[in-house]
């Protein structure tokens, strides 16, 4: 089948899609089904949607209420919004990858202004939602989370670019902003190669793989042109 012919095409030439995407959610992702539209809500995999560890495009059709709640706060603090702009908001910034229906969305909007999350303005037969003060604090106490969500969005984005590009035969340039080079992916793999054989490692073992972890993901945070590490304690995992 023709489909078929290009997906596995796809997966010999871009790997780094074939343990993120499952066919049947590849399909859906070009568009040649509906993305999310109802059920579930998408394919948001990990524990607890996106706050997850799952770092790449969920097998699961997970995303949790508290999720789209802090999503739907994060867009109106940009802007006041109507429930529409909110849903087109989020389908834009998942590249079309994900687009709640208006039964997920509207419940949700709902509940935030009963919380005193949200101020509302009829307009004819539509609502406009702006930020109150309580939710402008509560999105505050959530922050880190929310921007892990809106990196994750931007991230699933970009490679929702590379997955239609592979698809049209186009070849793939540098990596782009929100993209992942080469390099980086396969020091990803690295990692979890690392951990995987360290699966039965003893507390002591466990509690050094994790401090280097905790140091590289510090330096990770802080930004390039620092030095990678403390050069006296040369530890590997």
Not at 69 to 89: D, F, N, S, V
């Amino acid at each position: 089948m023709r489909h078929t012919h290009h997906a596995r095409y796809l997966w010999d030439r871009e790997p780094m899609f074939a343990d993120a995407f499952s066919f049947r959610a590849f399909w859906h992702a070009i568009g040649r089904h509906s993305h999310g539209r109802g059920g579930g809500g998408g394919y948001w995999g990990g524990r607890g949607g996106f706050d997850g560890d799952n770092e790449g495009l969920p097998r699961g059709r997970k995303f949790t209420g508290d999720d789209l709640q802090l999503l739907l706060l994060a867009l109106i603090a940009e802007a006041p919004r109507h429930g529409y702009e909110l849903i087109k908001a989020l389908e834009a910034r998942s590249n079309g990858f994900y687009a709640p229906s208006p039964g997920m969305v509207y419940p949700a909007l709902t509940y935030l202004e009963e919380l005193g999350y949200v101020t509302v303005q009829v307009e004819g037969n539509r609502k406009r939602y702006a930020l109150a003060e309580p939710g402008r604090e509560h999105l505050a106490e959530n922050r880190e989370r929310v921007d892990m969500m809106l990196a994750k969005l931007a991230h699933i984005a970009h490679r929702m670019d590379s997955v239609r590009r592979a698809y049209a035969g186009e070849e793939a340039g540098d990596a782009e902003p929100g993209g992942w080079l080469p390099e980086l992916y396969e020091a990803k793999k690295a990692l979890k190669r690392a951990l995987f054989r360290h699966a039965n490692a003893s507390t002591a073992e466990q509690q050094r793989i994790a401090a280097i972890l905790l140091r590289a993901a510090a330096e990770i945070e802080g930004g390039a042109g620092k030095p990678a590490g403390d050069p006296g304690t040369g530890e590997t995992v």
